[in-house]
Every structure is written in C-alpha cells, then in structure tokens.
C-alpha cells in the first residue's frame, strides 16, 4: 500500500460512510480532513481471533481427567487469592 491514503472532507464522509467503510474493508485507508488538515484516519481491523463458534476446538484440545478436580479448582483459587 504504497499509494496515499484518500481525503475526504468531513461532510463528504457523512454523506459517503458507508462507501467509506466498504473500501476500508478492502484494505484501502481513508483520511478525513477538516478545512484541509487531516484530522482522522479509519483504517482496516485486524481481527485477532477469528471464533468458529461452539465446539471448534474439539479434538484439538485434549483435558486429562483431573482439569476439572477438586485439587485443580483449589489451585487456580490460590493462583487468584481466593479461598477455595
């Protein structure tokens, strides 16, 4: 992305957010500007973790049988300074 990021004055990215938000969502970066001084720029979200929803990580996880043990609560109680 070697070119200069687009300028839209405020009123124009009012009138035009949703085509704003579409190009961004491609990549592209945005400048808004207010009497010819950029101001803002809306850039794309790199989303950190993408959720697959329930039971994605079924046979990729493997939990012994004590994780859910009495021993192992008592633990991570103390870990966090609670009493068990």
Do not use: C, Y
């Not at 949703?18 to 808004?32: A, N, Y």
């Amino acid at each position: 992305m070697g070119d200069a990021a687009e300028q839209f004055n405020i009123h124009e990215a009012k009138t035009n957010l949703s085509r704003i938000i579409e190009r961004v969502e491609q990549g592209e970066e945005i400048v808004i500007s207010r009497a010819g001084h950029p101001v803002a720029k809306v850039v794309p979200l790199i989303r950190r973790v993408d959720r697959r929803g329930r039971g994605s990580l079924r046979g990729h996880l493997v939990l012994g049988p004590e994780w859910d043990s009495d021993e192992t609560n008592a633990s991570i109680a103390d870990d966090f300074g609670l009493m068990p």
